[in-house]
């Protein structure tokens, strides 16, 4: 077996902010393959946070963002358990880094379900019609139909959005791997995006 040095365990920290003793162990169980222990312990962090999804969240932080001279602007609403992880640093800096994620990205919600109804049912209509006008037969149709909704909701929700600092992951990683790192509950709860000229 492959020996696991100290840089690798190193590499693996930097890429994942996870301790040093789940780097070694992930580096164990993935015959020293980084990228396999990324995905280990991503899977753990996932693990880790829905064993802490059901505690109460009573602190947090609300984060601004404003952008291109004061004509867009984000607020963010990040929840933890405790005064204490609301006041770390890696808990700032995600709620900076979300804050900035919205107002490039402009979501519709942080989950599907956030996304209104009467939204999903005008792109079904644009989507069929689209689909129908090429003569393709209804059952085909309601496949493409299908298809773009799901592409719309996922390109359209936070959680689902490919992070925009690093597009090889989604925001819910990057959640995940907070709470994996921090030990704690954390979720996004609201938010509110501004643009100067849009209606609402």
């Keep these: 077996m492959e020996t696991i040095s ?4 190193k590499q693996l920290r930097e890429k994942t902010g996870s301790g040093i003793m789940d780097c070694k162990e992930a580096l164990r169980e993935c015959e020293a393959d980084i990228d396999k222990a990324i995905d280990f312990l991503r899977k753990k962090g996932l693990a880790t946070a829905s064993k802490r999804a059901g505690r109460a969240m009573t602190e947090g932080v609300i984060q601004s963002y404003i952008h291109m001279g004061g004509k867009l602007g984000v607020l963010v609403e990040i929840n933890c358990e405790t005064d204490f992880v609301a006041k770390n640093d890696d808990f700032k800096e ?5 804050s900035m994620h919205i107002a490039a990205t402009n979501p519709l919600g942080i989950k599907s379900e956030d996304i209104p109804e009467e939204v999903i049912n005008k792109e079904k209509e644009i989507y069929r019609a689209q689909g129908l006008e090429t003569g393709k037969p ?3 149709v309601d496949k493409i139909v299908e298809g773009k909704l799901s592409k719309f909701i996922k390109e359209n929700c936070l959680l689902n959005q490919p992070y925009v600092k690093n597009p090889d992951i989604v925001i819910n990683d990057l959640l995940n ?9 954390i979720v996004i709860r609201r938010f509110v995006r501004y643009q100067i000229g849009e209606t609402e």
């Design 6 to 9: 100290a840089s690798m365990v």
């Design 94 to 98: 995600f709620s900076k880094n979300i």
């Design 138 to 140: 209804e059952n085909i």
């Design 177 to 185: 791997e907070l709470i994996a790192k921090i030990g704690e509950n």
